[in-house]
């Protein structure tokens, strides 16, 4: 699988900002339904975020829906992870993943439905 590439993780201080890129040299991701994961240190991984190939559906996990927002600028061929109001529970890597075609809401939320990831980029939130 073709990986992808994340950026844009840092260190804020709670209730800061921090918008996440992800994107790919290999191909372009509007043809694919994509999400954003995370894992903190010790935990498993968790489904953060998702939207479909035509940015129509748009899910969020109940954890930071309200304060994050997946785009994707088929222009630039980017995926956009916009984190607002961060909170102390939110430090953790971010992954992007990508799955070609559309999936249903159920399947963008599972992690075995997507066949690229990245590295993963590092969040982390101070008091």
């Known amino acids: 699988a073709q990986p992808l590439v994340e950026s844009g993780g840092g260190s804020v201080q709670a209730g800061g900002s921090l918008r996440l890129s992800c994107t790919t040299p290999?191909?372009?991701?509007?043809?694919?339904?994509m999400g954003w994961f995370r894992q903190a240190l010790g935990k498993e991984r968790e489904w953060v975020a998702g939207i479909d190939p035509r940015s129509k559906i748009t899910i969020y996990s109940d954890s930071v829906k309200g304060r994050f927002i997946i785009s994707r600028d088929k222009d630039q061929n980017k995926l956009y992870l916009e984190m607002r109001e961060l909170k102390l529970e939110d430090p953790a890597m971010y992954y992007c993943?990508?799955?070609?075609?559309?999936?249903?809401?159920?399947?963008?939320?599972?992690?075995?439905?997507?066949?690229?990831w990245g590295q993963g980029t590092q969040v982390t939130v101070s008091s």
């Open positions: 993943a990508a799955r070609f075609g559309i999936l249903a809401s159920g399947e963008l939320i599972q992690s075995g439905e997507y066949y690229n």
């Open positions: 290999y191909y372009e991701i509007k043809q694919y339904s």
